[in-house]
């Protein structure tokens, strides 16, 4: 299963969205900042990598965990891609998409603003951090919520291909 | 072979392209008759945009669709070819032919004049659109048919 966490620039809370899923940040308590700063591509992309899909790591079910930075886009990114899954008959249970700006707070979006856009990374990487630890909880709620619908449908999808497998069996006997 | 025409909404002048490619318009001349009576032609819907909508096959078996993206053509070509990419599916079987230069300014007059409901008007301005839009398009869809 690939998994596909978006936000306007790729930089912040997509990241972060994939690092608590990956396990890379805690869901027990709030991160440092230099947990947050060593994440890779966090506050370091620019509006040249918008647009990349780039894989961040596999989960512990071995899903691919990706992020996205796709500007003003979310509603017509969605459509397109689950279109394209439907286009080129790709199962619809294979890639997942969601859309992390919900819990962008304006700390995050001034800051992402300031650092990537004007290049003051000393100003606006301080604020980014205090938005990012703003709406932390809000953010690892959210990743549990997509752990365990993917987790669902994919023991969905391994339950059938078990009965199909014990069906072709018994019809071999 | 799927062959995706990309302008802002899918259903104005990737359409057209759509279309000249499939050989179900003529680029010298196309009444107002002609172009409305084009299957899905300015059934223009907000939330759908971003969705591929098939426009047909050709004499080739390629499936040509059309694709609405708004402004960021770009962008949105850029994540769908990486999307792509990410099904495995091989960079020969694909290809997006970007319309939104293409797209004159009749034709975003009457974009606009459909957000504020003038439906006729909008017509009109379309219509005015496609013409202008026609010849540039045969140039396009022809180079990329080679």
Redesign the interface.
Same mark, same amino acid.
């Given at each position: 299963m690939?998994i596909i966490y978006h936000c306007y620039g790729g930089a912040h809370s997509s990241v972060t969205a994939a690092a608590v899923h990956l396990g890379w940040l805690p869901t027990d308590r709030l991160p440092e900042a230099m947990e947050l700063k060593n994440l890779p591509y966090f506050d370091r992309t620019t509006g040249k990598d918008?647009?990349?899909?780039r894989l961040m790591g596999c989960d512990r079910y071995g899903n691919e965990i990706?992020i996205?930075g796709?500007?003003?886009?979310a509603?017509?990114?969605?459509?397109?891609?689950?279109?394209?899954?439907t286009?080129?008959g790709?199962s619809k249970d294979e890639?997942h998409f969601f859309d992390v700006m919900p819990y962008v707070n304006w700390k995050m979006v001034f800051g992402g603003f300031t650092s990537r856009k004007l290049g003051i990374t000393y100003i606006g990487r301080p604020i980014i951090l205090a938005g990012v630890l703003a709406s932390y909880w809000k953010i690892v709620s959210f990743v549990q919520r997509v752990v365990v619908t993917t987790a669902t449908k994919s023991d969905k999808q391994n339950n059938s291909l078990l009965i199909q497998s014990k069906i072709r069996e018994r019809t071999n006997s | 072979m799927?062959v995706f025409y990309v302008c802002r909404t899918g259903y104005h002048t990737s359409l057209l392209a759509a279309c000249l490619h499939l050989g179900r318009l003529n680029h010298n001349s196309a009444d107002a008759k002609e172009i409305y009576r084009i299957s899905g032609y300015d059934k223009y819907y907000r939330?759908?945009?971003?969705?591929?909508f098939l426009a047909g096959i050709d004499e080739n078996d390629a &499936?040509v669709?059309t @694709?609405?993206?708004?402004g960021?053509n770009?962008?949105?070509i850029?994540?769908?070819g &990486?999307?792509?990419a @990410?099904?495995g599916?091989s960079p020969g079987d694909w290809r997006f032919v970007d319309t939104s230069g293409i797209s004159s300014k009749w034709t975003f007059i009457g974009q606009l004049s459909g957000k504020l409901h003038l439906k006729t008007l909008s017509k009109v301005f379309f219509y005015f659109g496609a013409r202008k839009e026609l010849p540039r398009l045969k140039d396009v869809v022809c180079r990329k048919n080679r």
């Open positions: 690939k918008h647009g990349y899909i990706f996205l796709r500007r003003n886009c509603k017509i990114f969605e459509n397109m891609a689950k279109g394209l899954v286009v080129f790709e890639y | 799927k939330d759908d945009v971003g969705k591929p &499936e669709y @694709l609405g993206v708004t960021e770009h962008l949105m850029r994540a769908a &990486e999307l792509i @990410l099904m599916v």
